[in-house]
């Protein structure tokens, strides 16, 4: 019997690290496809009405101006020294991340409508630059917004489904909120809710949204 040779030997040891690798590399797309799948099929959908609220610039927004656009969405108010600093840093840092998006824009609503006028807004996000001079490329990608106590109300608890104590007799049980980002997808549908101050729901919500902007290439 012929004795096989060393050059015979590497070539079947190539041939079969070759197919040892097309099939690790078609588990992997199959497992990348499923992730992705998962991504940008969310487990629900919940769609908002209309509303009607200012920006910073004193122009009126409504669900038409979402339309089209991904949309990470949070509710705040400017005089909290609690956890809504903590939550406009995180917002801005995914703000920096999206930030040559198009399709990725962000909300603040105030919860707090009587103090957060316009102007407090418009100062509000000079100090995490990003006022209408800063936001270069889009001066609406990060609008700020406020509009009647009742509007709020209806929008926070009815439609974006979040706890918002509503006492107007005691400010402070007025404006205990919920400190979640909420994610819409290009439909204004509520997709998913995550907590700013978990690390792995933020990189859940980067990748979520990364998915979707990836899916439509």
């Known amino acids: 019997m012929r004795k096989i040779t060393f050059i015979e030997k590497s070539l079947w040891t190539t041939v079969l690290l070759v197919i040892l690798g097309v099939t690790f590399l078609g588990v992997w797309n199959k497992i990348n496809e499923t992730e992705k799948a998962k991504r940008t099929t969310p487990a629900f959908r919940l769609q908002i009405k ?9 122009v ?3 669900k038409n101006n979402l339309r089209g656009k991904i949309i990470i969405a949070d509710f705040i108010f400017t005089s909290c020294a609690g956890q809504c600093p903590l ?14 998006e198009k399709d990725v824009h962000f909300i603040s609503v105030s919860v707090d409508p009587e103090t957060d006028t316009p102007e407090i807004f418009k100062k ?13 490329e889009d001066s609406t990608k990060w609008q700020f917004v406020t ?6 109300v209806r929008l926070t608890r ?22 979640k980002f909420v994610l819409l997808n290009e439909q204004t549908e509520i997709i ?24 439509k290439k």
């Open 50 to 58: 209309d509303f009607s609220l200012i920006n910073q610039y004193g």
């Open 60 to 62: 009126k927004i409504s």
């Open 87 to 100: 939550m406009s840093t995180k917002m801005l840092e995914l703000y920096q991340m999206f930030q040559y």
């Open 124 to 136: 509000y996000a000079e100090g995490y630059g990003v006022s209408a001079g800063q936001q270069k």
């Open 147 to 152: 509009g009647e106590r009742k509007e709020i």
């Open 158 to 179: 009815e439609d974006f489904k979040l706890a918002f104590e509503d006492n107007a007799d005691n400010a402070e049980e007025y404006i205990m909120h919920s400190a």
């Open 192 to 215: 998913g809710y995550y907590d700013y101050d978990d690390e792995a729901k933020m990189k859940e919500l980067y990748f979520t949204i990364r998915a979707i902007i990836d899916a």
